[in-house]
């Protein structure tokens, strides 16, 4: 073993339990007391984010990323070998599969809805939560929104119930619909949803949901939650690091060179955050033609069959698929076919930001 990274080092070893009298009689100088419970060292992603830490200290090639000297690497030899792991995910890897599967699935359908609903009636199934539409609904203006309502289909729908978070408009035939309000992060929120619970694991996105909303619903958290459940962050920027340096953008370029040691980037300011570890770095591809790396990191990238990301410090958060980058516009009417646009990954226009892989994808 030459080399071994952050990600292979997580995914080999999570979920597996480590004992900690064996580990320490090998290697006594290795401190894990503060991560070791009765004996035992639990694979959650929090302790083996600090074990990897530890391990890392006896590695001298500069990249937090790797280890590839020969002291840690016996470290993790010894951990895989007694653990009984392998570079499978077993029943797992099915799991996040179809978790992928199914966060693709919610994006093309909820999106196709909206669209033929326009098409169908004028009026679509979502409106953003800064639109106008969404202005009237806070004032209380049943007359604006009828009026708007009327202007979308032709005065074929009345204005019928609001609800938290949404309208219910009827035809004179009495077939009723439901329009939500959506914004960048909620767009994301419903697709994540469907992707877990689809899953089977409903219970874990309610966690993640609670920790997004108390979180003020940063996107930077979300992505900290799905690092955790072992999604690899992947950072990406365009733009080269000259030309980042030569327009000024101090921040980004900031963040970029953190992403390229490894570093956790876009700490949140709410309790427990530490922000999100950075596993891969694309970068370089904007204006210039990328290299064969980049090159083969885009592709890699185009193959993923969902994702979840943050641009610029979690200003704006979005999914993706095969890709594509699909985002919400928080200012849409109902009756915006765009309110949900799809990009290629290679013309995204934010300077800088984070993919979230699911595991087995990277």
């Not at 009984?84 to 599969?97: D, F, K, L, N, Y």
């Not at 990238?301 to 979840?308: A, S, Y």
Request: hydrophobic share 35%; charged share 25%.
């Amino acid at each position: 073993m030459p080399i071994l990274d952050h990600a292979t080092f997580i995914s080999r070893l999570k979920g597996k339990p480590i004992n900690t009298v064996e580990l320490q009689s090998v290697y006594p100088e290795l401190d894990v007391g503060s991560i070791s419970d009765n004996g035992f060292i639990k694979g959650t992603m929090q302790n083996l984010e600090k074990l990897w830490e530890i391990i890392d200290n006896y590695d001298r090639d500069g990249n937090v990323n790797t280890i590839s000297d020969q002291p840690a690497l016996s470290i993790a030899e010894w951990l895989f070998a007694k653990t009984g792991s392998t570079a499978t995910m077993g029943e797992e890897t099915v799991s996040w599969r179809k978790v992928a599967e199914l966060g693709d699935k919610s994006i093309t359908e909820n999106s196709s809805a909206h669209k033929t609903a326009i098409e169908q009636t004028g009026v679509g199934l979502y409106y953003g939560d800064h639109s106008p539409f969404h202005d009237a609904i806070l004032r209380g203006d049943r007359p604006g929104l009828q009026t708007q309502i009327d202007a979308m289909s032709a005065g074929n729908w009345r204005m019928g119930s609001i609800e938290p978070g949404a309208v219910v408009i009827e035809n004179p035939s009495g077939r009723a619909a439901r329009i939500r309000e959506s914004s960048c992060i909620g767009w994301v929120m419903d697709n994540v949803k469907a992707a877990y619970e689809g899953a089977g694991i409903e219970a874990r996105f309610a966690e993640i949901s609670s920790r997004v909303k108390d979180a003020d619903l940063r996107g930077t958290v979300l992505c900290e939650e799905l690092q955790k459940d072992g999604w690899t962050a992947v950072f990406y920027c365009p733009r080269t690091a000259g030309d980042l340096e030569d327009s000024g953008e101090r921040e980004k370029l900031g963040a970029l060179n953190m992403a390229k040691a490894g570093a956790r980037v876009w700490k949140s300011p709410v309790p427990g955050s530490a922000g999100v570890r950075c596993d891969a770095v694309i970068t370089g591809y904007r204006g210039v033609t990328p290299d064969r790396k980049t090159e083969a990191l885009l592709e890699k990238l185009e193959n993923v069959p969902f994702f979840v990301g943050v641009a610029n410090g979690g200003i704006h958060t979005f999914v993706g698929h095969k890709g594509s980058v699909c985002d919400f516009h928080w200012t849409a009417q109902p009756d915006d076919k765009n309110a949900m646009t799809e990009n290629s990954v290679r013309e995204w226009k934010w300077d800088t930001g984070l993919y979230m892989v699911p595991p087995g994808y990277w």
